[in-house]
């Protein structure tokens, strides 16, 4: 990974990996070294992005039923909070399948909505995928047909996790394991606000008078899946919504769309252009406000507080069809801040969604502006 650098801007800054990949990683070490009774040094993975790494390995350990290593988070050229702690994997033999649990310095969820079950260890989805095929490569290698049981751990954890959103998010007494591409790329705010003005330029270029920007990942995907024709004329804005507008704007787009999950782009309609957890939050507080304008009763509103996730939030609209009122309100709020940040000099408009409710929530000019972006 240490050759491994990526272009932002100006900026040339080195990559690093995920804590999924130091768990997949220390797992599959741990592994060998159960099945075969030798130290291992290093071991290679490959990310869910088709990366290779190739990763050190310390801390070795191997009794008669167990063995555990660590491997070093490298965030890169990223201020990554959790960058030089220590991800440890102990594993021991079991009759069958794959046993996932997290040990000390790994948090647990508390509150319904995120990637995790309440009780289950805030390991995420991918990662806990990752562990579960580094190991089963082991295995395969050395003909074993049993079962692991896993424990990752973090010793610097629990100290570390009080300076996150962790507790806030209903995830305690730790940190996550997290990553969905196992690669971490370093994040220069001035670089990518460049970024997006060289794509935007490109948009220009291009002839288009229109432009649409996603903010990551879900959106692109929503994108190719509703109106694949467009999605390769995209700009991706990440968090950073706010200056986005303002490079649409000076460079004199006649139409901006912007195209994301309403668990992001929900700050809108509180006036928040930066959807970065660190920089604000909004989201509760923005639905709880939607909520209350269109009616619902307090006992529900009480219910919204203790959510984490917007998802979660929906689903007592829903469960109490109060959802198509509030999300009206929300819709004419977002556009409400979006044309006060156009100041009259362009046509704005979004389009939110939620695959988990099969929603698609867009303000009064969105489909204007898709049609006329069509168009082009």
Request: hydrophobic content about 40%; aromatic content about 4%.
């Amino acid at each position: 990974m240490k050759d491994r650098y990526i272009y932002k801007g100006t900026q040339k800054l080195r990559c690093g990996y995920t804590t999924g990949s130091c768990a997949a990683g220390a797992a599959k070490c741990a592994a060998e070294m159960l099945l075969s009774g030798i130290i291992i040094r290093s071991t290679n993975i490959i990310t869910p992005s088709g990366t290779p790494l190739r990763l050190d390995i310390s801390q070795q350990n191997i009794s008669i039923n167990k063995a555990s290593c660590a491997v070093v988070k490298d965030s890169g050229d990223d201020p990554d909070i959790t960058n030089g702690i220590e991800i440890f994997a102990e594993v021991c033999k079991i009759e069958k399948g794959i046993k996932i649990l997290g040990g000390e310095g790994i948090g647990t969820v508390t509150k319904p909505g995120l990637d995790q079950p309440v009780g289950e260890a805030a390991i995420n989805s991918v990662p806990r995928k990752m562990i579960a095929d580094a190991v089963n490569e082991i295995a395969e290698i050395y003909e074993y047909s049993g079962g692991f049981r896993i424990v990752i751990s973090a010793p610097m954890g629990t100290e570390i996790a009080k300076k996150t959103f962790n507790p806030r998010m209903g995830i305690v007494g730790g940190i996550s394991i997290i990553g969905t591409t196992g690669i971490v790329e370093p994040m220069s705010n001035s670089a990518i606000i460049e970024t997006i003005r060289t794509e935007a330029n490109m948009r220009k270029s291009e002839g288009y008078r229109n432009i649409i920007y996603n903010v990551g990942n879900y959106s692109e995907e929503f994108i190719k899946l509703k109106a694949g024709n467009l999605s390769e004329r995209t700009v991706t804005c990440s968090n950073f919504i706010g200056d986005a507008i303002d490079i649409g704007v000076s460079l004199e787009f006649k139409g901006i769309l912007i195209i994301g999950h309403i668990g992001k782009l929900i700050k809108l309609g509180c006036g928040i252009m930066n959807t970065h957890s660190s920089y604000a939050d909004g989201r509760m507080e923005t639905l709880i406000s939607c909520s209350s304008l269109a009616g619902v009763n307090n006992n529900i509103l009480s219910q919204i507080v203790e959510c984490v996730t917007t998802d979660a939030a929906l689903d007592i609209l829903y469960q109490h069809s109060v959802a198509e009122q509030t999300l009206s309100i929300l819709a004419k709020r977002a556009e409400h801040y979006l044309r006060a940040r156009v100041r009259g000099e362009a046509e704005i408009g979004a389009v939110m969604f939620s695959n988990k409710h099969d929603l698609i929530l867009k303000t009064q000019v969105a489909d204007r502006l898709i049609k006329q972006i069509s168009e082009e």
